[in-house]
Nanobody
């Protein structure tokens, strides 16, 4: 089992920045890929970015060039640096981990609101 705890959400003005953190605990050695997803009410959860154990990254087109995902394996933590935030980035952001056994884990989510 892997437990994920997100932090760092909040209210920010358009054009501002936030950094989300996701701390993993439990069977972290089994984690292959960590990712961030987001969801707004009434819509499906959507992929934002992911990172492998070798730090290969992927991004959704809507955030490429503005968001950066990184991973500190020593701290079992993944980060999402979000720059040039837009109102459409407003969502609950969820941390995700997938193990080498294809088990999927989710955090509880953290709210990000971009508004003036």
């Amino acid at each position: 089992q892997v437990q994920l705890v997100e932090s760092g959400g909040g209210l920010v003005q358009p054009g501002g920045s936030l950094r989300l953190s996701c701390a993993a605990s439990g069977s972290v050695v089994s984690v292959r890929t960590m990712a961030w997803y987001r969801q707004v009410p009434g819509k499906e959860r959507e992929f934002v970015a992911d990172i492998t154990t070798t730090s290969t990254t992927n991004y959704a087109g809507s955030v490429k060039g503005r968001f950066a995902i990184s991973r500190d394996n020593a701290k079992n933590t993944v980060y999402l640096q979000m720059n040039t935030l837009k109102p459409e980035d407003t969502a609950v952001y969820y941390c995700n981990a997938v193990s080498y056994f294809d088990h999927t884990y989710w955090g509880q989510g953290t709210q990000v609101t971009v508004s003036s």
